[in-house]
């Protein structure tokens, strides 16, 4: 009886020391997200789970009303993922090249203020007052001789390729399926930091203050996000790599610049490497 009891104690331990190594392995190749989950993710788990344990049960989940009045294509409702990929870039597209055709209008601008200022010839006034405002716009050091406000100027009034904004849309906003494009128009996961400014993230921790900006327009959010590389002192690193390109008289390469993208997330390199992946494989839509 005693050797039995000794025999079953011995068998357990050993089971124990056969599993207990695996209990404490962490899956490889997972990335925490800001917002882990979006909501849509999130409750489409919790269907699918009650689905499978009670077929006749159904849950109905609660719908965020849109903060836009945009009429949005259903992006989620399509299946065939080139369907999707086209629709997606074509709605968005227009804006895009709407955008940097306004960035270049103004870059012509300030090369033709900047020959005049060269040739020690003075300003009109209209063109002082334009200065004036990109100079506030662009977050410019105001105190600063005028050749250096156009040279400041110049590295940050310039345009950002097609396909970078484009690939960064669809990964940002999972191809317009997010929570945070369909219900406030943020196609790039930019954050605000005021009270109602945007949309609070399911996984927002505790104690933190950020939203994810909402916006009324699709025009709104791409400026928004031109606006955001252009001036943030984050992207410094883009700003100068387009820059260079700019000097050595080169084409602004997407995947070149992409690497000065660095800070657009907590994923750091993988970000970067998944954007540049994203550009090699979607050229045919560019």
Same mark, same amino acid.
């Given at each position: 009886?005693?050797?039995?009891?000794?025999?079953?104690?011995?068998?357990?331990?050993?089971?124990?020391?056969?599993?207990?190594?695996?209990?404490?392995?962490?899956?490889?190749?997972?990335?925490?997200?800001?917002?882990?989950?979006?909501?849509?993710?999130?409750?489409?788990?919790?269907?699918?789970?009650?689905?499978?344990?009670?077929?006749?049960?159904?849950?109905?989940?609660?719908?965020?009303?849109?903060?836009?009045?945009?009429?949005?294509?259903?992006?989620?409702?399509?299946?065939?993922?080139?369907?999707?990929?086209?629709?997606?870039?074509?709605?968005?597209?227009?804006?895009?090249?709407?955008?940097?055709?306004?960035?270049?209008?103004?870059?012509?601008?300030?090369?033709?203020?900047?020959?005049?200022?060269?040739?020690?010839?003075?300003?009109?006034?209209?063109?002082?007052?334009?200065?004036?405002?990109?100079?506030?716009?662009?977050?410019?050091?105001?105190?600063?001789?005028?050749?250096? %406000? *156009? $040279?400041?100027?110049? #590295?940050?009034?310039?345009?950002? @390729?097609?396909?970078?904004?484009? =690939?960064?849309?669809? &990964? !940002?906003?999972?191809?317009?399926?997010?929570?945070?494009?369909?219900?406030?128009?943020?196609?790039?996961?930019?954050?605000?930091?005021?009270?109602?400014?945007?949309?609070?993230?399911?996984?927002?921790?505790?104690?933190?203050?950020?939203?994810?900006?909402?916006?009324?327009?699709?025009?709104?959010?791409?400026?928004?996000?031109?606006?955001?590389?252009?001036?943030?002192?984050?992207?410094?690193?883009?700003?100068?790599?387009?820059?260079?390109?700019?000097?050595?008289?080169? %084409? *602004? $390469?997407?995947?070149? #610049?992409?690497?000065?993208?660095? @800070?657009?997330?907590?994923?750091? =390199?993988?970000?970067? &490497? !998944?954007?540049?992946?994203?550009?090699?494989?979607?050229?045919?839509?560019?």
């Amino acid at each position: 009886m005693k050797n039995s009891i000794l025999i079953k104690v011995g068998l357990f331990l050993f089971a124990i020391f056969l599993i207990a190594p695996f209990t404490f392995l962490k899956p490889a190749g997972i990335v925490q997200a800001i917002d882990p989950l979006p909501i849509e993710k999130v409750e489409k788990i919790k269907t699918n789970v009650t689905a499978a344990t009670n077929p006749k049960k159904t849950v109905k989940r609660k719908l965020e009303k849109p903060l836009h009045n945009v009429n949005l294509p259903d992006f989620s409702a399509i299946e065939n993922i080139n369907a999707k990929k086209k629709l997606f870039f074509n709605f968005i597209k227009p804006v895009i090249v709407n955008q940097n055709k306004k960035l270049l209008t103004i870059r012509a601008k300030l090369n033709s203020w900047m020959e005049k200022v060269t040739l020690e010839l003075p300003l009109n006034k209209q063109e002082r007052s334009e200065l004036t405002q990109l100079v506030k716009k662009y977050e410019v050091n105001r105190n600063a001789s005028l050749l250096t %406000k *156009l $040279n400041a100027l110049l #590295l940050r009034v310039d345009i950002i @390729p097609l396909p970078l904004v484009l =690939v960064q849309a669809a &990964n !940002e906003s999972a191809w317009g399926t997010s929570r945070f494009s369909r219900v406030g128009l943020n196609f790039f996961g930019i954050w605000c930091y005021e009270e109602g400014c945007g949309m609070v993230p399911g996984g927002r921790i505790i104690g933190e203050k950020h939203e994810v900006e909402a916006f009324s327009s699709l025009e709104e959010a791409v400026t928004r996000y031109f606006d955001n590389i252009n001036t943030n002192n984050a992207y410094s690193v883009f700003r100068t790599i387009r820059a260079e390109l700019r000097l050595q008289e080169q %084409k *602004l $390469n997407p995947a070149v #610049l992409a690497t000065g993208l660095l @800070p657009y997330s907590e994923r750091g =390199v993988d970000y970067v &490497n !998944e954007i540049t992946n994203m550009l090699r494989h979607n050229q045919k839509y560019f």
